[in-house]
């Protein structure tokens, strides 16, 4: 029996079309600024927004991994 790749839905090559226009340290940059947000949340006890960036920049940070695969290796 022979494996076979899937291939990507529509809405998956037409997310990777958009944001392989965008630079790729637009991600670091927002995952950092939401880490600086949440430090600034946290210094002012806005302890419920300081969690909220604080777990925001985790996301970010892998979107911009996935991205940087995808323009180093590319997609369907």
């Not at 291939?7 to 950092?32: Q, Y």
């Not at 419920?48 to 985790?58: N, R, V, Y």
């Amino acid at each position: 029996m022979a494996l076979t790749t899937p291939n990507e839905g529509k809405i998956t090559k037409e997310i990777e079309k958009r944001t392989a226009k965008l630079p790729s340290g637009l991600f670091l940059a927002a995952g950092l600024t939401a880490l600086g947000l949440s430090f600034g949340l946290k210094c002012a006890n806005k302890d419920g927004w300081s969690l909220f960036m604080g777990q925001l920049a985790a996301p970010v940070l892998i979107m911009g991994l996935y991205d940087k695969i995808v323009k180093t290796h590319g997609h369907d």
